[in-house]
């Protein structure tokens, strides 16, 4: 059965690769088929299965992760196309197995959705799990945000050896109180950055700190620079080059440090650590650069307040054309009235280009609340887009958009300049 359902799920995928079709689409077919897939092919890898999870900086923090502990001779397996559903794994997998279906690698680490999570963990438990954060997202798909704070509760306890959790989160630090045997390792702010990372409840104007802040933590964000940061290890302060973009992900930098540091243990090659650090490029569409037309085109994924708000405190609007997409899909969480809790008064000076996507109107309205001028309102992407790169000649451009608007947004660049594609 294994081999059958293996050779249909990579003609599948090649097939819809041919078609430019959805990366999960072979792993629900394999599912299907075969159940036990999944649970089969990652069962005998040496060093088991580790889950990242959290309302944001998933895909970053994974990518970081994998290059981390491929900086330390690990093979690694992960889900690189974003797809962070059971099926997307499964989908991964039909991409690296043979057709007896034997994964060469040491250990996988994935990317995977809260929700789907849950149903991961009862496939497989994970011997290590990192818990990023909990922020009010896709609210239509998870209901109240205490909600997502059980679902990420339940991978913990599922977790064999290892939680890595946000000191800094109350709801992720309080995960902690409910394990069962697992070691809790922390990753954390210095007091000086609290308020440039604020948590969800400090994000409504709570002054209250997280209790958890004063627990110990393996690696501490110490200064955020141009393109650089001190983080805290083991009593040192390790500076690093960051060529990944926006501040948020120099927070996901010392998340993903201590989930490496907690993987590899007492055989740790530090300084080979912090080098791949350095050098860790933007995941797809999370900062990614692009180049068109001569001048860059950056794409900033924007899926939550707390999200757009730190993207755009992280790209200065001053010298950029600027276009925002928002589709409103189920990969994007269908209930847009987040927008109205983002302070969009720094794109006032420059205006925006263009706005598109499913809800270009609601999204002109927004801005217009915040004065911000809007030149172009195209709820066609591929037309918005066109009219966006058209009218910034010799301009370096940015778009914001929600996840399937940069996929769309990503599409349509692939035919007129280099898109790295990711399987």
Known sequence: MSSFSILVGKLVRSASKLRGGGSALPGLVVEKIDPDFIRRTLADLPLGVAVVSGTNGKT???????????????????????????????????GEVNLRGRLDADIAVLELDEAHAVHFV?????????????????????????????????????????????????????IAESLNGQRAVYFGL?????????????MRGSLAEALAATQEADVVLQRVGEADADFLVDGQVRSSGLKLRGVYNIFNAAAALAFARTIKGADLDSDALFEALANVEPAFGRGESLTVNGQPLELVLVKNP?????????????????????????????????????????????????????????????LKYDDVPVRTIEPDITDGLKRFIKDSPGVPMRIFCTY?????VRRELSKITKVEVVS
């Open 122 to 174: 009862k496939l497989i438990r994970p011997r290590y799990s990192l818990l990023l954060n909990v922020l009010r997202d896709q609210l239509d798909r998870f209901g109240e945000i205490d909600k997502t704070t059980r679902l990420l509760e339940q991978i913990a306890r599922a977790t064999t050896e290892t939680v890595v959790l946000n000191r800094e989160d109350p709801r992720v630090a309080g």
């Open 60 to 94: 970053t923090t994974t990518k970081m992760v994998v290059e981390l502990l491929e900086s330390q001779g690990l093979k690694v397996f992960t889900n690189r196309t974003g797809s962070n559903f059971t099926r997307g794994v499964a989908a991964a997998l039909l």
């Open 306 to 366: 707390s999200g757009f708000r730190l993207g755009l405190k992280s790209f200065a609007a001053h010298g950029y054309s600027t276009m925002i997409a928002i589709n409103d899909n189920y990969a994007d969480g269908r209930d847009m009235s987040w927008l109205w809790d983002v302070d969009f008064e720094s794109l006032a000076d420059g205006g925006v280009d263009v706005v598109s996507g499913v809800r270009a109107y609601d999204m002109a309205l927004r």
């Open 190 to 202: 210095d007091a000086s950055l609290r308020s440039t990372f604020p948590n969800d409840d400090e």
């Open 404 to 408: 399937t608007a940069m996929l769309a």
